[in-house]
Structures are given as structure tokens and as C-alpha cells.
T-cell receptor
Framework: ELKVEQNPLFLSMQEGKNYTIYCNYSTTSDRLYWYRQDPGKSLESLFVLLSNGAVKQEGRLMASLDTKARLSTLHITAAVHDLSATYFCAVDNDMRFGAGTRLTVKP | DVKVTQSSRYLVKRTGEKVFLECVQDMDHENMFWYRQDPGLGLRLIYFSYDVKMKEKGDIPEGYSVSREKKERFSLILESASTNQTSMYLC?????????????FGDGTRLSIL
């Protein structure tokens, strides 16, 4: 059974700082997805990573995939308050999700 | 733009009732999914469907069943609701092929079982 682990589960950051969220998974897969969820809202897609070494960037967020290590990272650069949300990774065609990382960016 | 519509945002039912949660998508997607979301546990897959009349168990199917009689509609059924099924339920859809597109989610149904 596929297991997906995210860490940290909670992250409180100062504005302007950098940090990385990690997503580990237990079985071979070369497809990984990152989603964002704002409080009271549904999930929206951020990134789709489809091969080993894939890197995608959008604004202050950059996602990467290492299929050999079964690891994806979501890197936050110079955080701003608008990035406060819960971030989920999901693996494989059957879309198993991690527990989510609740990010809070403080002034 | 893809639209996934869940029939209710909030629902309150009593223990033992049979509960139906409905989900409709308007983009002719083959794949549809039901999750429940609980604090600290993320999204857990209940059931999914690759096509009409097809269904597959996810990680927590106990106490639930599903129905997919038409391509656009995927229903989740709580056969005899219990208090531990109080949760946020999310429906999602996704096309087959097209370069592994991400899922599109509905707004969720917050279900309370009293």
C-alpha cells in the first residue's frame, strides 16, 4: 500500500525567509502533484511533476521530484503572507495524499 | 473551466440514517474520486471510479458504498451513518491521458452525524 508522508505538518515562518516542505512516498512512482488549500476552500492544483528530476516554479514556490529517492520538495523563497495555506502532495494515478503542511507566514 | 459540483455544502444527519452525497462534473472526465478530510490526517481515499459502473476501493471503504450510473455523476452512500463518519467529504474528477492532469475538486460537503 502506498504511503505518503509530509513534513513538517505545521510550519510558521517569518516573511522574507526561505523554507522547504518535504514529501516522501513508499513505492515507485514518477508522478507527483502539489495542491494548495486555503481555509474553508477546496484544493487547487499548483504543480504536476511527471519525471525524475522534474522542476517546476511559480512565483515564490518551486517544486522538484527525485523518483529514485522517492522524494519531492516544495521550496518557498522569501515568504509572504499570501502564501499562508495548507499544502498537500499527492502521488500516483490513484492520488494518495499526504497529511498536509499548514503554513503560516507572519509579518 | 472544469466544474465539480457537490450537492450540499453542509449536511446534518442522524445515526443510522442512509446518507447520499452527490457529485457532478461537467468535463466528461473518466475518473472520479471520493475523499474524506480530517484534521491531521489529510485526504483519505474512500472510493474511486475509472468509468461508468466501475468502482475501486480506496484506503477506507468500510461503511461506504458508491454508485456511478452516468459518467458525470459519482455518488457516495453511507449505508448506516455513524458519528465517526462526521467529516469533510471532497469529490474530485480527472481525465484519463492528457499528460497526467491534476484532479479538479468540488467545494466539499461538511457532514455532521448526530
Amino acid at each position: 500500500e502506498l504511503k505518503v508522508e509530509q513534513n513538517p505538518l505545521f510550519l510558521s515562518m517569518q516573511e522574507g525567509k526561505n523554507y522547504t516542505i518535504y514529501c516522501n512516498y513508499s513505492t515507485t512512482s514518477d508522478r507527483l502533484y502539489w495542491y494548495r488549500q486555503d481555509p474553508g476552500k477546496s484544493l487547487e492544483s499548483l504543480f504536476v511533476l511527471l519525471s525524475n528530476g522534474a522542476v517546476k516554479q511559480e512565483g515564490r514556490l518551486m517544486a522538484s521530484l527525485d523518483t529514485k529517492a522517492r522524494l519531492s520538495t516544495l521550496h518557498i523563497t522569501a515568504a509572504v503572507h499570501d502564501l499562508s495555506a495548507t499544502y498537500f502532495c499527492a502521488v500516483d494515478n490513484d492520488m494518495r495524499f499526504g497529511a498536509g503542511t499548514r503554513l503560516t507566514v507572519k509579518p | 473551466d472544469v466544474k465539480v459540483t457537490q450537492s450540499s455544502r453542509y449536511l446534518v444527519k442522524r445515526t443510522g440514517e442512509k446518507v447520499f452525497l452527490e457529485c457532478v462534473q461537467d468535463m466528461d472526465h473518466e475518473n472520479m474520486f471520493w475523499y474524506r478530510q480530517d484534521p491531521g490526517l489529510g485526504l483519505r481515499l474512500i472510493y474511486f471510479s475509472y468509468d461508468v459502473k466501475m468502482k475501486e476501493k480506496g484506503d477506507i471503504p468500510e461503511g461506504y458504498s458508491v454508485s456511478r450510473e452516468k459518467k458525470e455523476r459519482f455518488s457516495l452512500i453511507l449505508e448506516s451513518a455513524s458519528t465517526n463518519q462526521t467529516s469533510m467529504y471532497l469529490c474530485a474528477s480527472r481525465p484519463t491521458g492528457l499528460g497526467n492532469q491534476p484532479q479538479h475538486f468540488g467545494d466539499g460537503t461538511r457532514l455532521s452525524i448526530l
